[in-house]
């Protein structure tokens, strides 16, 4: 049992070995990733590294960089499960032993070090990505060197794949999680074997605690490597149910350590307010009023609050965080997130296949809720051709790789993706924020397309992806800049 453990240990291990015909592409990359994390860190350094403020309101308040939460760095300052607890159950644990780190170096050097401490784990995961993804274009699309290395650097070239890779918010690391799942399947689909139990449960846990939607897609890749066996009584039940009933049952209880006291607390400060607010107006109006007997006052000034209250709703659903969410399907633990009025086929030219790839420069990174409108368009013609053409050549990739099971598992999650953001309206008025949970997906059917590719076609593609390339590295990061050297306190 020992040997079992040190030899799977020793296997992890492996994996994270970079390669000899890896390491300067890697290391290209990371100097990319760290200094735009550089960047990044600078536009709210000042604000964000001293000790001994209200946290919460500072980084939620000052932090406006899409609609990305700085959630991260508040855990990192004060632990607490701070974020949705039923969409990320172990988020907050994950990061605790971070939360430990910054606890001491703020203790020692009277800094906060939650920016620079997320940065470096950004580079690091940005890195293992592009790595991962840079595997499976390489060892199990079994493209040659060259159109791996342009195919994946290509993908880094998207403006929401770096920007996952800048925000303290989650998405880094459920990209590199899933990411990281499809090549461990892939590789057990292509040597025949199958997921065992404890591979299911360590995917999962990590996978689904950081995101719980990303647990269904661990479910599905299992699905696809497994095949039949998938449905065999003791892998349905110890792989897939027993998991999941445990997460869930730890949520509900995390939910009630943490979230409801925050909830009732947060209830009676606003009922309390309320009483006071009315008995506030309720002062005025009697002193101001020509009325004098008290049951005529009191009429009176229920009308005059209903006016009042009427004056705020309306007030209220003009602001940006309610006319930009759109109308939910329902009022329940989830449905709450959905959004049935949004344009789907806006959403999908902007914000789905727009946005992810060339920011756009009209309310360059503004966040949708504080004033962002749900749909900007490009000023030049040149970014819809653009546009056009990867999604072009992603159609003709998923074709040219339509008979892969390892195309079809990947395309699995998208489809699961599909159905939450265009059919259910999950964050479809900010889309472009989920990008790390399927962006993959195109290199990975690029690459479909470029092996079955040759001669004077395979050169004209790749010249044509190189000047892509070229084009949006050189678009995004001049946007990026734009952005981020205005320091927050400007």
């Known amino acids: 049992m020992i040997r079992i453990i040190k030899d799977s240990i020793g296997k992890f291990l492996n994996t994270f070995r970079i390669k000899k ?11 990319l990733m760290a ?13 964000f590294s001293k000790t001994h403020q209200a946290i919460w309101g500072l980084f939620v308040n000052k932090y406006t960089v899409s609609g990305f939460d700085p959630i991260t ?21 994950f990061e605790y032993p971070l939360y ?5 170096l703020t203790l020692a050097l009277n800094y906060n070090a939650a920016q620079v401490i997320i940065a ?9 990505t592009w790595i991962f993804l840079y595997r499976i274009l390489r060892e199990i699309i079994a493209l040659s060197r060259t159109d791996a290395l342009l195919i994946s650097l290509f993908s880094y070239s ?10 303290p918010d989650h998405f880094a690391l459920s990209m590199f999680m899933l990411v990281t799942c499809l090549y461990v399947c892939g590789k057990t689909m292509q040597k025949g074997r199958q997921l065992k139990i404890w591979q299911t449960w360590i995917i999962f846990f990590f996978t689904a605690g950081t995101t719980l939607s990303n647990g269904i897609k661990v479910f599905l890749n299992a699905l696809f490597v497994n095949g039949r066996s998938f449905f065999r009584p003791k892998y349905l039940l110890s792989g897939v149910i027993v998991p999941s009933l445990m997460i869930w049952c730890f949520a509900e209880w995390e939910h009630e350590e943490y979230a409801a006291p925050r909830e009732r607390a947060s209830l009676s400060k606003r009922i309390k307010k309320g009483k006071e607010e009315r008995a506030k107006h309720f002062k005025n109006f009697s002193d ?11 009429k009176a000034f229920d009308r005059k609050m209903r006016q009042i209250i009427h004056a705020k709703y309306v007030a209220d659903h003009k602001q940006p965080w309610h006319t930009h969410k759109g109308k939910p399907m329902g009022d329940g633990k989830f449905m709450k997130w959905t959004d049935e009025t949004t344009s789907r086929t806006d959403a999908l030219v902007e914000n789905i296949f727009g946005e992810p790839i060339q920011l756009h420069k009209q309310h360059l990174l503004e966040d949708v809720l504080r004033g962002r409108p749900v749909v900007v368009r490009y000023d030049n013609a040149l970014n819809y051709v653009v546009e056009g053409i990867i999604i072009l050549f992603f159609i003709a990739g998923i074709i040219a790789g339509i008979r892969s099971r390892f195309l079809l598992m990947a395309l699995s999650g998208v489809a699961f993706d599909a159905v939450i953001h265009l059919g259910l309206g999950f964050g479809l008025n900010e889309a472009f924020i989920m990008t790390g949970h399927w962006i993959f997906i195109i290199p990975i059917a690029y690459g479909y397309l470029f092996s079955r590719m040759k001669g004077i076609k395979l050169m004209t593609l790749r010249t044509l992806l190189l000047t892509l390339m070229c084009f949006l590295f050189a678009y995004n ?9 205005k320091s927050c306190l400007s």
Not at 21 to 31: D, F, G, K, M, S
Not at 73 to 92: D, F, G, M, Q, S
Not at 158 to 167: N, S
Request: proline share 3%; charged share 15%.
């Open 120 to 128: 470096v784990i950004l580079v690091f995961l940005a890195s293992y």
């Open 288 to 298: 101001t009023t020509s009325l004098k007997d008290s049951t005529a006052i009191a």
């Open 21 to 31: 015909e890896e390491r300067l592409p890697a290391i290209v990359i990371t100097l």
């Open 158 to 167: 998207f403006g929401y794949v770096m920007l996952t890779f800048m925000v």
């Open 100 to 104: 430990l780190l910054n606890h001491e």
């Open 35 to 47: 200094a735009l994390n550089v960047l990044a860190v600078s536009k709210f350094h000042t604000a």
């Open 477 to 485: 990061i001049t946007l990026f800049i734009s952005f981020f050297s």
């Open 73 to 93: 760095y508040c855990v990192l300052t004060e632990w607490e499960p701070k974020y949705e607890i039923y969409r990320h159950p172990l988020l907050a644990y």
